[in-house]
């Protein structure tokens, strides 16, 4: 085996969009696992939108990474040695040290994946992972979704949104509207993942294309994307409304702060309930959802699509494109066999 490996770093904060420049790739000698821990080689890595977060110095709700030092998200991976006895050799694993062909990890920082029939482990960074939580948790625990809801979410191509409006749909909506950022995106939304309606927030106002796409309004808004999206979908709102706000990616890369919505008075009026949310602090979930999910996976009533870049070398452009909305479904970069 050889005796170095690869790792990025962040050379530098952006201001603004993040640009390669921000990025190292660095090779760096491969260190053997101390008592208690696991060398892990990595076979796949996620890039998410909240690394953007963890680029800038300020507080976000991930911790910054360190200049100069090798980035963390989450991947998945093989044992190549263990200190552990709870971690055999020969394990497929989940952990939070991606960005990187190696990572010695602590045995207690990693999940021992189940061999599960027809499952790539790249689901876990998408589907049965992070992702498929946030949408599970915002959608029925935060949003309160109920059986005949009608459902807007925004970014609804993308990893969360695409779970998002598909388990709304499997649980019994009575409409589910989606936005997203492209004619393909949208095709898919409504020919593949069964969305009532979808549009391109592009083609006019939100506002405008909200109102022709769920013209009786909303009872659930599920927020990928903030702002005009944000404001065009508390319009929407029916009485006692709902909305999980989970993200908020048209202002990540901007770099005034950007304008909150003009019609909040709607929220006293309409008496909704706006609730942000961290998938973090939902993980009690995480047995129903993953069995839930394995179950509609299985049975072919779940589509889960990926956009797969192969390489460590091209992360960095993945985690761009990816900001940039190249991705359909989950973001994953592979990084070896
Ligand atoms: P996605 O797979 O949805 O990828 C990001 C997408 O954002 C792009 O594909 C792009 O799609 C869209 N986008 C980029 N810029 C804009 C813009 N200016 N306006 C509208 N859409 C834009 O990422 P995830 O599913 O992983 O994450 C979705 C959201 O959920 C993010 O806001 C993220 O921060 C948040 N999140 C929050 C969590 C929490 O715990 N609260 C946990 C996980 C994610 P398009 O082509 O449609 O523009």
Redesign the pocket.
Known sequence: MSTTTREWHLAARPHGEPTPADFRLVETELADPADGQVLVRTTAMSV???M??RMNAGRS?AAAWELGEPMQGGAVGEVLQSRSDRVPVGSRVLHGLGWREHAVVDASQVVVLPELEGIPLTYHLGVLG??GL?AW??LFRLAEFHEGDAVFV?????????LVGQFARLRGASAVVG????PE?VRWLTEELGFTAAFD?HDGPVRTSLAAAAPDGIDVFFD????E?LEAAIGALRLHGRAA?????????TTEAPPGPRNMMLVVGQQLSLR?????SHTDLRPEFQEAVAGWLRSGELVARETVVEGLDHAVTAFLD??????????VVRVGG
């Open positions: 998410d939108p909240y953007r977060g709700y992070m992702p946030t948790a915002g925004s970014g609804a191509a993308g990893a969360v949104g695409s936005s997203a950022g492209t995106k927030y990928n994307v903030g702002g999206h706000l989970c993200g908020a990616i048209s202002g990540y890369n942000g949310f961290i998938v973090g990816m900001l940039r909305g190249a991705n359909t479904g989950k973001m």
